[in-house]
T-cell receptor
Framework: AQKITQTQPGMFVQEKEAVTLDCTYD???????LFWYKQPSSGEMIFLIY??????QNATEGRYSLNFQKARKSANLVISASQLGDSAMYFC??????????????FGTGTRLLVSP | EAGVAQSPRYKIIEKRQSVAFWCNPI?????LYWYQQILGQGPKLLIQ????????DSQLPKDRFSAERLKGVDSTLKIQPAKLEDSAVYLC????????????FGQGTRLTVV
């Protein structure tokens, strides 16, 4: 079963506008972590933001925020004030399980974001 | 702090040849991952180590792929024999223990099988 679903293959946004990248997940484990990574054309995977399943507040990191809706099993990434350098692939990932360090880290299929001037 | 080191960066081989990739994780990271990323797709977990033990290799094609992590530090991933569909970027990542910790990735090895 697909654990992480990213339904938007591509998104376009104008510079300085905000954009939301969708991510839904599937797990029956009460304890899990959700991650967003950015992958520019150079290929490296850059960690952006983390949300724990027990966190009461939505995570924020600078221009990145995570709209976490636990009942809907969604963890959408919001990028405010888009910049040209935000053009990249964005991946949602999940690590589920108790805090033993043995959990798999699985990724979605990604969304390609293109920021235009 | 040094990041995850991978080598080589690029490799071109003919089908049926063998190839090996090397990864040195961040110092102190107990968990090491190997991912395969085919062009246009998300990373697919091939194998995950905890120290020098395998905790998940359910998606590793064991008839041709093998991996080891000696002494719980460096790791090698080998393909023998390679097929055309193995053309991909192979990403190594490491993390400290726990579900709340992000994984740090190396720059990857781009493999082309011709």
């Amino acid at each position: 079963a697909q654990k992480i679903t990213q339904t938007q293959p591509g998104m376009f946004v104008q510079e300085k506008e905000a954009v939301t990248l969708d991510c839904t997940y599937d797990t029956s484990d009460p304890s899990y972590g959700l991650f967003w990574y950015k992958q520019p054309s150079s290929g490296e995977m850059i960690f952006l933001i983390y949300q724990g399943s027990y966190d009461q507040q939505n995570a924020t990191e600078g221009r990145y925020s995570l709209n976490f809706q636990k009942a809907r099993k969604s963890a959408n990434l919001v990028i405010s004030a888009s910049q040209l350098g935000d053009s990249a692939m964005y991946f949602c990932a999940m690590r589920e399980g108790q805090d033993t360090g043995f959990q798999k880290l699985v990724f979605g299929t990604g969304t390609r974001l293109l920021v235009s001037p | 702090e040094a990041g995850v080191a991978q080598s080589p960066r690029y490799k071109i081989i003919e089908k049926r040849q063998s190839v090996a990739f090397w990864c040195n994780p961040i110092s102190g990271h107990a968990t090491l991952y190997w991912y395969q990323q085919i062009l246009g797709q998300g990373p697919k977990l091939l194998i995950q180590f905890q120290n020098n033990g395998v905790v998940d290799d359910s998606q590793l094609p064991k008839d041709r792929f093998s991996a080891e992590r000696l002494k719980g530090v460096d790791s090698t991933l080998k393909i023998q024999p390679a097929k055309l569909e193995d053309s991909a970027v192979y990403l190594c990542a490491s993390s400290s223990q726990g579900e709340h910790t992000e994984a740090f990735f190396g720059q990857g090895t781009r493999l082309t099988v011709v």
